[in-house]
């Protein structure tokens, strides 16, 4: 078919549905042209003017009928009905513009909230990573028996790549921060070392330049180069199309920039903003594991595929790893166990989509449900609502049926009204969603993986579409179905009889909203008491009037610890001088929350655990002369450091260290030392202080090991500053100081302690307050819905209620009447939204501290808040019910 | 031949197209040709034109454009388009082939 004639066919066919008027006037003028001439024409052979004209009408017949043919012969009759039907709904729903707009709105909040939702979900969740074939792409680590994944050593690493043949490459990275001098400030960036062939593992090319490493990059001391992301190349240098062959300042050392990312290409959600070639040493720690591995899959390889290859591996892997010189020599306890085997250190394959969501798919997976309970109670509201609508609508269904309409039609005209109304609420509701997920993301931007890419897409308004018609259909019908059973009655009389039945449906869907309701308040409860739980938690020291920064020294301006040392000692010299700071102290790893970094040392007369004679610390901390007084730490045993711990190596150990390294004995003037190396120096302990919260503050606190920061003094530290002042009113000073100090140092993360506890919380908040908000939301909705429901209950028992005032029952009674008909409604959904979410106790539990789902104090509180707005919205159409006048109310009919 | 033939499913259309692919005509003109042509032979009842007509164009053979008419009054001229043209060509070979056949058919003798 050619487009022209298609284009013909569609414009004939829309002009007779859309402008059916102009389109018969038409037809009517063709026909009436028609006539005029054989009219002439009779007249012409010899007829007078009437006879000609009739003669001429005899003819053609009915001009009507032909102008009617003719229409439908264009229109498609489905269609056609479908467009009345549309318009009749818009009529009706204009003249009760309050219910029209009391309907959208609640539409409006449900679908708008439902599409929020599903946007993340489909971001974060189910649409692939941004890669090509990305579910070729797997996450490869090292599993060691109590500690879940972990990172991989250099060995392992160039070992894995060289025998596997089920990945077709396998690209490694370290996450790093550094400091960046752009144009304008210093600024700290995420970067990444990434190994040359990560990019290509990936699948993904550079914007400007090139986005790989080459292999001559990757040598110690070889060209200084790096890649920007496209949002760091905009923000800092100003999307200048010149940068590729620049040098740029990263942590002091001017670096070629050989290409740019696109925009939005990330790695694992590290949000990382430049990367730099990982340098790999040939004699690199066989226990040193920090890298994290991304392997593709080969064409054909399935993941099983993989993971069976790798245990063939695992068996071989010591024998194939040591040659045989080293064997021969005997196996040392340090190598023979640092090498993967199939019991004690395996690895671990994982899809690579699974490990960048996490344990966020919990999370998203509640929030989308919490939502579709609040939409599912929408529809309820509005299905008594239209039900309500319906009965004073029974005349004109009735009459319509007796007058032919099929019942297949008017059941048609419902959904019509129904979907007329969820459109309408969709096209609002995605105007909530998006202004929803902007406040959302501008208040939490990183709480959940993946979260820039959250957009409404296509994906998203399918979604919204098919749930706004589902939604229109489903409370459009409910009503009808249930009208429609009798629809001769209303004709038969008054028709203000009333059916227990309809009262029946209308509790029926009350309750309903009332049981999922309660669901999601208790769902918002034990959140909120998460929440509370966690922001109290004892995080081992007094963390109010803390005010927090970091500062990094770059090795290449800073090489030697005393180079940092003095630079150390003059920030905190000057920091302490400025007014309002009462003590100021250098901590290597932030506390509530930092990373875990387990490594394995040599514990004098420590024969260890059962399996060997290393023991493995899970936090290894280094904090400054000062640093226990100014948190208010307590020193359990021994003592803390002093500015004199410079000359020798000390060390001070957390109780929890204390407790399953020397269980009831003081540790105290032991001594340990870095792993496998025999020549290093061996550190004497001196003192135990209290447990601090490291992985989180709903995590267990692990073995801690704090060495002298004043000895060792790290590239990267948070400076801790007990004051008077908040973070704003210091900032200035700090921000003077450190600029003094060198120009090209920014100001980390600027804080007051209370904050960096707020943004270790950020997730449960997050949750907190979204339920809370759809609890809320289910709340008004279920008062609504018992409000109204009961209101028509009384407006339609006046005649019985006035009987009853009239034989002697007192207002009391009367109310009590109508009150204790909405409790006993009210009581069956507590007591079924009470089951529902017992029965859900197993997906809230993992989201849950401190709380159990079935926690008591909630649980009551809920049913309290229910029963109480429920007796509140029961007590208004009582009062009204009592307020009634017998005798208006007997003589109305 | 004492009343005109009714005329064959589809054939209706041929013609309409035929008289068309002359010139364009307004629907009064084209019954009124059809008569002449076919020396009263082929009539189409007044009341079955127009739909006739109206099909074409919803088909998208013919299409139609409002101009003054010979009497000073508007009237709807419906002309071919090209696709109309196309189909008058197949048509046209279509019915020339089953004509053929049924004369073909007729032509048999009789035994």
């Known amino acids: ?893 | 031949m004492s009343k005109p033939a009714d005329l064959m499913q589809g054939t209706l259309d041929l013609l309409l197209l035929k008289i068309l692919a002359i010139e364009p005509q307004h629907g009064w003109a084209i019954g009124q040709r059809l008569k002449q042509l076919s020396d009263n032979d082929l009539q189409v009842s007044d009341g079955s034109l127009y739909p006739a007509l109206h099909k074409l164009e919803v088909s998208g053979w013919i299409k139609a454009e409002w101009k003054n008419s010979e009497l000073g009054r508007r009237a709807k001229y419906y002309e071919l388009t090209r696709a109309g043209r196309r189909r008058l060509d197949e048509e046209t070979t279509h019915w020339r082939r089953v004509s053929a056949a049924i004369t073909l058919v007729l032509q048999l003798r009789e035994v």
């Not at chain 1, 400025?578 to 040599?602: F, H, K, M, Q």
């Not at chain 1, 021994?638 to 260290?657: E, H, I, K, W, Y």
Request: hydrophobic letters at 45%; glycine letters at 8%.
């Open chain 1, 1 to 893: 078919m050619d487009w022209r004639r298609l284009a013909d066919i569609v414009r004939i066919r829309i002009r007779a549905l859309l402008r059916r008027t102009a389109s018969d006037a038409e037809a009517r003028d063709e026909i009436a042209f028609h006539l005029a001439m054989h009219t002439q024409a009779n007249i012409r052979n010899g007829m007078t003017p009437s006879e000609a004209e009739h003669e001429a009408r005899r003819l053609l017949g009915s001009p009507t009928r032909i102008v009617e043919d003719l229409h439908d012969l264009k229109a498609l009759p489905f269609v056609d009905a479908l467009w009345q039907d549309l318009r009749h709904a818009l009529r009706i729903l204009k003249k009760s513009p309050g219910f029209a707009a009391a309907a959208v709105l609640t539409l409006a909040l449900g679908i708008g909230a439902n599409t929020a939702i599903f946007s993340i979900l489909n971001a974060v969740i189910l649409r692939p990573l941004e890669y090509p074939r990305a579910a070729q792409l797997m996450k490869i680590v090292t599993v060691f028996p109590g500690t879940g994944d972990f990172w991989v050593s250099a060995p392992e690493y160039l070992e894995f790549k060289h025998w596997t043949h089920a990945f077709s490459s396998v690209g490694a990275y370290v996450p790093f921060e550094a400091n960046l001098a752009a144009q304008d400030r210093p600024r700290r960036v995420r970067a990444m070392f990434a190994s040359g062939d990560l990019f290509r593992t990936l699948g993904v090319n550079a914007e400007l330049g090139r986005g790989w490493f080459g292999a001559d990059e990757e040598r110690p001391g070889s060209a200084r180069v790096t890649i920007l992301s496209h949002e760091l190349w905009q923000s800092a240098f100003g999307g200048d199309h010149n940068i590729v062959g620049k040098t740029v300042d990263v942590d002091g050392v001017r670096r070629t920039v050989v290409g740019v990312m696109p925009p939005r290409f990330d790695i694992a959600d590290l949000r990382a903003q430049l990367w730099q070639p990982l340098v790999i040493l040939p004699n690199a720690n066989r226990g040193s594991h920090n890298l994290s591995l991304i392997g593709r899959l080969a064409n054909g390889v399935t993941l099983d595929g993989a993971r069976a290859e790798t245990e063939n591996l695992l068996v071989n892997w010591r024998s194939m790893a040591f040659d045989a010189t080293t064997l021969a020599a005997g196996p040392t306890p340090e190598n023979s166990l640092h090498s993967p085997d199939n019991k004690n250190h395996r690895i671990g394959i994982y899809p690579l989509q699974g490990r960048v969501v996490g344990n966020a798919v919990t999370t998203v997976w509640v929030l989308q449900g919490a939502v579709v309970l609040v939409l599912l109670i929408a529809c309820a509201n509005l299905s008594t609502l239209l039900l309500s609508r319906a009965e004073t609508r029974r005349k004109e269904f009735a009459v319509r049926s007796a007058l032919g309409a099929a019942r297949g039609r008017l059941l048609g005209q419902a959904m019509i009204e129904g979907c007329v109304l969820s459109t309408i609420g969709a096209a609002v509701g995605i105007g909530v969603a998006v202004a929803g997920l902007r406040a959302m993301l501008a208040a939490y931007p990183d709480v959940l993986p993946r979260s820039a890419g959250v957009s409404i897409d296509v994906t998203v308004l399918v979604f919204t579409a098919l749930v706004a018609l589902s939604t229109g259909v489903v409370f459009g019908i409910a009503p009808l179905v249930h009208v429609s059973g009798d629809l001769n009655g209303p004709l038969k009389d008054s028709g203000a009889r009333a059916g227990s039945g309809r009262h029946s449906v209308r509790r029926g869907l009350v309750a309903a909203e009332i049981a999922l309701a309660v669901t999601l308040v208790v769902g918002a409860g034990l959140l909120l008491r998460t929440v509370n739980n966690l922001s109290r938690v004892d995080a081992g020291f007094n963390r109010a009037n803390l005010v927090t920064f970091g500062v990094s020294l770059p090795n290449a301006p800073y090489p030697n610890i005393p180079d940092r040392h003095t630079f150390h000692q003059r920030l905190t010299q000057q920091l302490a001088a400025t007014p309002g700071v009462l003590s100021v102290a250098l901590v290597y790893g932030l506390p509530p929350s930092r990373e875990i970094d387990s490594n394995t040392v040599t514990i004098e007369g420590f024969e260890g655990r059962e399996n060997g004679s290393w023991n493995t610390i899970d936090y290894f901390q280094a904090a400054s002369a000062g640093y226990v007084e100014t948190m208010g730490i307590p020193v359990l045993q021994g003592r803390a450091f002093t500015p004199s711990d410079v000359a020798q190596p000390v060390a001070l150990v957390n109780q929890t260290m204390a407790r399953s390294i020397w269980p009831g004995q003081s540790p105290i003037g032991r001594r340990l030392r870095q792993c496998c190396n025999p020549a290093a120096p061996w550190t004497t302990i001196v003192g135990v202080v209290g447990d601090v919260k490291q992985g989180g503050v709903d995590k267990t606190i692990g073995t801690e090991l704090y060495f002298s920061a004043d000895r060792i003094a790290p590239n990267t530290m948070n400076v801790v500053m007990r004051t008077t002042l908040t973070s704003a009113a210091l900032a200035p000073a700090i921000q003077r100081i450190v600029h003094a100090l060198d120009a090209t140092l920014p100001v980390i993360k600027l804080q007051a302690m209370d904050e960096v506890f707020d943004d270790a919380i950020a997730r449960p908040r997050l949750i907190a307050q979204l339920l809370i908000i759809f609890a809320t939301l289910a709340l008004v909705l279920a008062a609504i819905g018992t409000y109204g429901v009961l209101s028509y209950m009384v407006s339609e028992r006046r005649r019985e209620i006035g009987i009853r005032m009239t034989l002697g029952a007192t207002r009391t009674a009367v109310m009590r009447m109508v009150v204790t008909q909405g409790l006993r409604t009210t009581l069956v959904g507590l007591v079924a939204g009470i089951a529902m979410t017992l029965a859900l106790d197993q997906v809230l539990s993992t989201l849950l501290f401190g709380v159990t789902p079935t926690d008591p104090l909630t649980l009551a509180s809920v049913v309290g808040l229910i029963a109480t707005i429920a007796a509140a919205a029961c007590a208004v159409p009582g009062h009204a019910a009592t307020r009634l006048n017998p005798i208006i109310a007997l003589r109305e009919e």
